[in-house]
């Protein structure tokens, strides 16, 4: 998976002092493993922060109890990656190569991976997003350093197409924010949708959304799906006051605007009848009690599973290749995710590796197996069921697993 990116280059030239001062980069590391987090704290995605943070934590721990990488415990430094109105991911990810990071997990949001993918992967780091699913990102000049347990919305696009129109619809609008993750998703659900489908790109930091709501409902749609993260409340109560809210239209929600409990002060009942797309498998209450000991006040699990799989991954690829550097892990994620002999976690791998068996990790997030891009190649993706203003009300209405889609 050499997909090789001439501008890394300079990006290593830039950072290569940084990388010499904070002694030894990816490329070069040796002793503890060391992974850095690139999640959010701040932002438009705060509320994935909790659970990715409690995925990467707990994943440190089960990994630190069955006697670490190559024999030392791993470190887990921990930052912040706000979000696209900011600099901060900048600052996070230059801290994390001053550190000497092997591995940095995040971002949450693609657009945020975007801006700083060229200086990871020129510092020689492995780049692993628990949640990124941007189709951009598929075929990104890395060097081969970028890897995801989110399936690319190639897949979730799809799902949200097909389930629209199964559901009877003719006529949709898909109102999408404008950024690589909104416009992708948006481009795959109306490739997949049978029927008529109008696409409205809006701004997600401008102050109101009349015209963008407007224009949604002169298409006279059947249905509508939003894309978007927080400002979603906003749009929604847009949709509300021009007639063609969640009791006036079948509405559909995705990842991105699903997790959060911000629709409790909407008009009550209002969300009943919603339904949301999200890739991964809901952690059963055994999983959930665990990522409970780490973090007590969490209220929502998504893509815990997900971040905890990464970090496996990471560690798990790091002893077979007998090494903590960022290539020697980079060369190893795809071969212990796939084409070897099952094992569901760290310690049973950790065995299987030593004795020499070439191991196929299947995760608490569901099997992944990496293609040649770092892209998982199967997936599943939940469809859910508001019945109350409030996500933790939400029914499972059933689990899609399949291959993911080739984007273009």
């Known amino acids: 998976m050499q997909k090789f990116n001439k501008a890394a280059i300079v990006v290593a030239t830039a950072v290569a002092g940084l990388v010499l001062a904070g002694c030894g980069g990816g490329g070069t590391a040796s002793g503890p493993l060391k992974i ?99 189709p951009v990102l598929t075929s990104y000049a890395d060097d081969g350093y970028y890897f995801r347990s989110a399936p690319s919305d190639t897949y979730q696009g799809a799902v949200l197409g097909q389930l629209m129109a199964k559901d009877g619809h003719k006529n949709v609008v898909i109102l999408n924010l404008d950024d690589a993750y909104g416009n992708g998703l948006a481009k795959y659900a109306m490739a997949a949708f049978t029927g008529t489908s109008t696409n409205i790109v809006y701004n997600p930091t401008a102050a109101e959304f009349s015209a963008d709501v407007a224009k949604a409902k002169a298409a006279k749609p059947d249905a509508i799906a939003i894309i978007g993260f927080d400002e979603t409340v906003k749009v929604l109560t847009e949709l509300i006051k021009q007639g063609i809210g969640p009791n006036k239209l079948p509405t559909y929600l995705v990842d991105g605007n699903y997790s959060q409990t911000a629709y409790k002060d909407l008009p009550a009942g209002i969300m009943k009848g919603v339904k949301a797309t999200t890739p991964g498998v809901k952690p059963d209450a055994a999983l959930q009690d665990r990522f409970l000991s780490i973090d007590p006040t969490l209220t929502d699990f998504t893509y815990s599973a997900e971040s905890y799989d990464a970090v496996v991954l990471i560690a798990l690829a790091a002893e077979q290749g007998g090494a903590t550097d960022g290539k020697t892990i980079r060369d190893n994620l795809q071969s212990v995710s796939r084409d070897g002999t099952k094992c569901t976690t760290f310690a049973d791998c950790k065995a299987l590796i030593a004795e020499g068996t070439d191991i196929d990790y299947d995760g608490v997030s569901g099997p992944i197996e990496f293609d040649q891009n770092g892209d998982p190649s199967i997936a599943t993706m939940g469809v859910y069921l508001y019945t109350a203003n409030d996500k933790a009300d939400a029914v499972l209405e059933e689990f899609i697993t399949g291959d993911v889609p080739a984007g273009e």
């Not at 657009?111 to 020689?124: E, F, N, P, Q, R």
């Open 36 to 134: 850095g987090s690139l999640l959010p704290e701040t932002g438009s995605l705060a509320f994935l922060g909790p659970p990715e943070f409690a995925g990467v934590d707990l994943a440190v721990a089960d990994i630190n109890a069955a006697g670490g990488v190559l024999g030392e415990n791993i470190e887990h430094i921990r930052g912040d990656s706000g979000d696209t109105s900011t600099d901060i991911a900048q600052q996070t990810t230059d801290s994390h190569i001053s550190a000497g990071v092997s591995a940095i997990v995040g971002a949450a949001s693609s657009g945020v991976s975007l801006t700083v993918i060229d200086k990871i992967a020129g510092a020689g780091i492995v780049h692993f997003s628990p949640a990124n699913t941007s």
